[in-house]
């Protein structure tokens, strides 16, 4: 098979990329200090994005809370898990923008009555509430756009395990106590690292050694195999959002 230039490229920069994140990871300040330097544009870019309009370094607040959030996406990334670094750090920086918004919106809240209405540089009088509700619907955008931006991810790595979205619905037990089982099998195999880590090498599910934990039979197993997949993902990945969905 013949390998472009470009892909090649890509892939070395890919690697060169997941050896400075481990370096870094392991405490080497001056590497950790590199990549900060290096992906300021791509921080900037995401803070932009997230809070739709143009952020600049060194004028607003969340380039700051983006800087720190993309500093924690580079101690909590796990290349295991289903996402490329960059995709991963956009999402630490939306979601802690989100966090910097709500905490707006709660300062606001606590303002007395008397305090609400105010006027604007031109005497125009207008209501903090306003603001507060405005604040609301854009963080229920933000919301909904990381949970997009989730599924998307979700989407794409069940496609790995041959399974998607649509043939979840069928896939599910009848029964809650089949669903509350097999929950239960999924969140046993995302809490062992020798289970995830034969779940995410094989694509498959260990069988003989979940018979042997968790006390159900192979045949139950095989048959719920890829619902409890799909569950197991979700734990294991970063899908803070969807992982409000499992009981």
């Given at each position: 098979?013949?390998?472009?230039?470009?892909?090649?490229?890509?892939?070395?920069?890919?690697?060169?990329?997941?050896?400075?994140?481990a370096?870094?990871?392991?405490?080497?300040?001056?590497?950790?200090?590199?990549?900060?330097?290096?992906?300021?544009?791509?921080?900037?870019?995401?803070?932009?994005?997230?809070?739709?309009?143009?952020?600049s370094?060194?004028e607003?607040?969340?380039?700051?809370?983006?800087?720190?959030?993309?500093?924690?996406?580079?101690?909590?990334?796990?290349?295991?898990?289903?996402?490329?670094?960059?995709?991963?750090?956009?999402?630490?920086?939306?979601?802690?923008?989100?966090?910097?918004?709500?905490?707006?919106?709660?300062?606001?809240?606590?303002?007395?009555?008397?305090?609400?209405?105010?006027?604007?540089?031109?005497?125009?009088?207008?209501?903090?509430?306003?603001?507060?509700?405005?604040?609301?619907?854009?963080?229920?955008?933000q919301?909904?756009?990381?949970?997009?931006?989730?599924?998307?991810?979700?989407?794409?790595?069940?496609?790995?395990?041959?399974?998607?979205?649509?043939?979840?619905?069928?896939?599910?037990?009848?029964?809650?106590?089949?669903?509350?089982?097999?929950?239960?099998?999924?969140?046993?195999?995302?809490?062992?690292?020798?289970?995830?880590?034969?779940?995410?090498?094989?694509?498959?599910?260990?069988l003989?050694?979940?018979?042997?934990?968790?006390?159900?039979?192979?045949?139950?197993?095989?048959?719920?195999?890829?619902?409890?997949?799909?569950?197991?993902?979700?734990?294991?990945?970063?899908?803070?959002?969807?992982?409000?969905?499992?009981?």
């Open positions: 098979m013949m390998v472009f230039p470009f892909h090649r490229r890509r892939n070395a920069e890919e690697a060169d990329l997941g050896d400075l994140l370096r870094a990871k392991a405490g080497d300040d001056g590497v950790r200090d590199q990549l900060l330097r290096k992906y300021i544009p791509f921080v900037a870019k995401s803070a932009s994005r997230a809070s739709s309009r143009f952020i370094r060194g607003d607040d969340e380039f700051s809370i983006a800087l720190a959030a993309f500093n924690e996406a580079i101690d909590r990334y796990d290349g295991n898990r289903g996402a490329s670094f960059l995709g991963f750090a956009d999402t630490v920086i939306r979601r802690r923008l989100i966090d910097y918004f709500r905490s707006r919106e709660n300062r606001v809240r606590d303002i007395p009555m008397a305090e609400l209405e105010t006027e604007d540089e031109e005497d125009h009088p207008y209501n903090k509430i306003e603001i507060q509700k405005s604040l609301e619907i854009y963080e229920t955008t919301i909904e756009d990381a949970r997009r931006e989730e599924i998307e991810r979700y989407s794409a790595w069940l496609a790995e395990f041959g399974i998607s979205l649509e043939e979840l619905v069928e896939l599910s037990p009848k029964h809650a106590d089949a669903r509350w089982n097999a929950m239960q099998v999924a969140k046993v195999i995302a809490s062992r690292p020798t289970f995830s880590e034969y779940l995410l090498r094989k694509k498959s599910l260990p003989k050694e979940l018979v042997d934990e968790v006390g159900v039979s192979r045949k139950t197993l095989e048959r719920q195999r890829k619902y409890i997949i799909a569950i197991a993902l979700v734990l294991i990945g970063d899908f803070e959002l969807l992982r409000e969905y499992i009981a």
